[in-house]
């Protein structure tokens, strides 16, 4: 049942063409398994030829392995040519200043790239994982695109699974009386995707026991939509666009609008948020100016909205990308940034109580994250507080006029997070959900 399920979703998607050679992610856990045994199995019938790269990350010893033994042994019992490639996680997280998730997910990436190339590679993430992700992409904001979930082919990527429940996977290795290895981070919920999987998806299962199932349709027909409101778009941007300017945009949707304005800047590299996106649309309407970053600005007037770099009159804005370590933007003081695990607040906060520093739950930040000096119009929304403030009217109120020129601000995709000596946005404001927090101190000698 699951290898015609697998089967037709392949086809359907056109993920492989007769010839092509297929590397399966093997990590040795029950979705890979089955994975790499459903290719295997389908080779013929699909024309393909499959092999099998293993990431070894060093993180639990023997354990770890141990994984990599058995993927020898069960790529040797299907006749399947089998990789397995070691990196050292912690100390490149070390170096980059990444979690050890993000590092471990950097490295295994870059390490089947690499063994994919002129290749199609394809990854065991299933239904259960999609709906993970469509939730974790809900709670953190987004638009229909992050509501369409994993990609079923990007690139030479391709996820053969995705059409098949946690739970088929299991009844198939069943049938096929096939162990697999269990990866005992996997049982924690350090993690905000275990989370996910090991709390809300139960209670997900009580409201309807198909809840798994039934997002595959539902999740299916957002991608559908997502893609007809992409190729809108795409005829939009091939008619209006003209460098950094889009002409004559007015006559379609607003949803076609927003999606121009939004690649509009995604090519330029600059951040946007739901807000903004609304404001960039009234500005394209109505005429207007807003600032999306620094002296980067959008313009509208007459049916045309140019994105535009104005210099500032005055004092310019010191901007620099934040980094997980030392930042420096001004003489003789610095921002310093670390993650910390937040299992419980008030430990940390008395173990530091000494110290001046602020905490920010690091997975409600949107995106991209910039420290900078103040610039005008800076506006926050601080912890606990329903409404929206002026900085400068803040700062006039709390800081001394020695102190203004070199006070730091942070700001995300959605707008600023931090002000020096002011506090955090509301909504990255740590609450009893919290498992990373962006822990920010400034030191000045």
Request: glycine content about 6%; hydrophobic content about 35%.
């Amino acid at each position: 049942m699951m290898l015609t399920k697998v089967y037709k979703f392949i086809a359907d998607n056109k993920m492989v063409c007769r010839g092509d050679t297929v590397v399966c992610g093997l990590s040795g856990g029950a979705d890979s398994v089955a994975l790499l045994i459903s290719m295997s199995e389908l080779s013929e019938r699909l024309g393909i030829s499959v092999e099998a790269v293993h990431v070894n990350h060093c993180l639990r010893g023997a354990e770890s392995d141990g994984d990599e033994q058995f993927c020898r042994e069960l790529c040797a019992r299907l006749k399947v040519p089998f990789k397995a490639v070691s990196c050292d996680v912690r100390s490149y997280a070390e170096q980059y200043s990444l979690s050890t998730e993000e590092a471990a997910r950097k490295l295994r990436y870059d390490i089947f790239t690499e063994h994919s190339e002129d290749k199609k590679l394809a990854t065991a993430h299933n239904a259960n994982d999609n709906l993970e992700t469509v939730i974790l992409n809900l709670a953190r904001g987004t638009g229909i695109k992050g509501l369409a979930g994993i990609p079923i082919v990007r690139g030479n990527i391709i996820r053969p699974l995705l059409a098949v429940t946690r739970q088929e996977i299991e009844d198939f290795l069943t049938e096929h009386s096939q162990s697999f290895v269990t990866d005992s981070s996997n049982l924690s919920d350090d993690y905000t995707r275990n989370k996910i999987r090991h709390k809300i998806l139960p209670l997900f299962a009580e409201i309807n026991s198909s809840a798994v199932e039934t997002s595959i349709n539902s999740i299916s027909t957002v991608r559908e939509e997502n893609a007809f409101i992409e190729e809108l778009a795409d005829d939009a941007m091939k008619n209006c666009r003209q460098e950094n300017t889009l002409n004559g945009l007015k006559k379609y949707p607003p949803v076609i609008r927003k999606r121009c304005i939004s690649r509009l800047l995604s090519e330029n590299r600059l951040p946007y948020s739901h807000k903004r996106l609304e404001e960039a649309d009234n500005a394209l309407m109505n005429g207007g100016k807003i600032n999306i970053s620094g002296d980067i600005y959008l313009i509208g007037s007459e049916d045309s909205l140019e994105l535009k770099k104005i210099p500032a009159q005055t004092n310019n804005v010191k901007e620099v990308p934040l980094i997980i370590g030392i930042n420096r933007i001004f003489e003789n003081c610095e921002l310093n940034c670390e993650i910390v695990e937040c299992d419980n607040l008030k430990k940390i906060e008395a173990v530091h109580k000494k110290s001046t520093f602020y905490l920010l739950d690091y997975d409600k930040i949107n995106g991209r994250t910039i420290l900078r000096s103040r610039k005008f119009g800076d506006k926050i929304r601080l912890s606990g507080r329903s409404f929206t403030s002026s900085i400068k009217k803040l700062i006039n109120e709390t800081i001394d006029a020695g102190s203004r020129p070199t006070l730091h601000f942070i700001e995300d995709e959605a707008g600023t997070i931090f002000a020096e000596g002011i506090g955090i946005a509301d909504r990255v404001a740590p609450d009893n959900n919290t498992v990373r927090c962006l822990k920010v101190s400034v030191e000045r000698h």
